[in-house]
Antibody
């Protein structure tokens, strides 16, 4: 059974760096076909894809946020870490990590519960 | 980036109605189109992948169709638990998996 869970701060000050951890089970992020991604959602707004990382360490970023995002993985800990620099109140929202299944045309078939991050001074 | 445009942005319907939500891509995405359902305070749930393949466990009243730039999600007979928001997502461009802006399905 695949599960994912996000963890990290609930409140971040403007200009600070956000670090979120996705801890997963039920799969290993070491194969080429396995991917974990991050998606966020401002309150009352649409989903926004941020980034994802493949088991072979290939990484892709939302071009609009690329300069601020870094995704890494720790295969031994079954974790994926997202860092986002220079946080702004507009970055407030729920951040989700999700498992991507390449056999299902790269859809996100398992999601974490999400973690709400508020950016405020 | 490939832009995804959903319509309508909101929709009022009743239990038993047949409803259709559309999603248009700014360029051809073959069949790399997924549909998600999201209920308030919950994570999205995969309904349809590859434009028309039903995810395991999803009721058969949900169906998807389309290819290229035009796609639809149809619910054949609305049930009370179907009132939620729905999002399309393209995964054709491996460098950016964009979502549509969402459709909120509300009770009439």
């Amino acid at each position: 059974q695949i599960t994912l869970k996000e963890s990290g701060p609930t409140l971040v000050r403007p200009t600070q760096t956000l670090t979120l951890t996705c801890t997963f089970s039920g799969f290993s992020l070491s194969g080429n076909g396995v991917t974990v991604g991050w998606i966020r959602q401002p309150p009352g707004k649409a989903l926004e894809w941020l980034t994802h990382i493949y088991g072979n360490d290939n990484k892709f970023y939302n071009i609009a946020l690329k300069s601020r995002l870094t995704i890494t993985k720790d295969t031994s800990k079954n974790q994926v870490v997202l860092t986002m620099t220079n946080m702004d109140p507009m970055d407030t929202g729920t951040y989700y990590c999700a498992h991507l299944d390449s056999s299902k045309w790269y859809s996100y078939d398992y999601w974490g519960q999400g973690t709400l991050v508020t950016v405020s001074s | 980036d490939i832009q995804m445009t959903q319509s309508p942005s909101s929709l009022s319907a009743s239990v038993g109605d047949r409803v259709t939500i559309t999603c248009r891509a700014s360029q051809s995405i073959d069949s790399y189109l997924n549909w998600y359902q999201q209920k308030p305070g919950k994570a999205p749930k995969l309904l349809i992948y590859a434009a028309s393949s039903l995810e395991s466990g999803v009721p058969s009243r949900f169906s998807g169709s389309g290819s290229g730039t035009y796609f639809t999600l149809t619910i054949s007979s609305l049930q009370p638990e179907d009132f939620a928001s729905y999002y399309c997502q393209q995964t054709y461009s491996k460098v950016a998996y964009t979502f549509g802006q969402g459709t909120k399905l509300e009770f009439k």
